[in-house]
Nanobody, 122 residues
Framework: VQLVESGGGLVQAGGSLRLSCAVS????????IAWFRQAPGKEREGVSC????????YYTDLLKGRFTISTDNAKNTVYLQMNNLKPEDTATYSC????????????????WGRGTQVTVSS
């Protein structure tokens, strides 16, 4: 199983970025894919996740508002649309996959990508 993030970069405050997480080597009817971020000197923080449970998708936005998670099943890719970015959003953003489905953003992920850097200048 591989998760590969892309789409990070340098953006001015107020700008937008769309991150991608390409998933390969995994097929299941139930799983959770989540986006996390970690800024230097800070703990890793959950951002958003999508859980497939009982055949239905459940979207959870932990930051309440500016970030939106979505999927393109045909491309096996999960996206994180980030709008109105702020300097405090600067971090390494990673996606992770949990083999068991759930509603919400549970703990315990089995596979992680290496991350993509997002830097927001003021």
């Amino acid at each position: 199983v591989q998760l590969v993030e892309s789409g990070g970069g340098l953006v001015q405050a107020g700008g937008s970025l769309r991150l991608s997480c390409a998933v390969s080597g995994f097929t299941s009817d139930e799983y959770v894919i989540a986006w996390f971020r970690q800024a230097p000197g800070k703990e890793r923080e959950g951002v958003s996740c999508i859980g497939i449970w009982g055949g239905k998708p459940y979207y959870t936005d932990l930051l309440k508002g500016r970030f939106t998670i979505s999927t393109d099943n045909a491309k096996n890719t999960v996206y994180l649309q980030m709008n109105n970015l702020k300097p405090e959003d600067t971090a390494t953003y990673s996606c992770a996959l949990r083999r068991q489905g759930a509603i919400g953003c549970p703990p315990g992920y089995d596979y992680w990508g290496r991350g993509t850097q997002v830097t927001v200048s003021s």
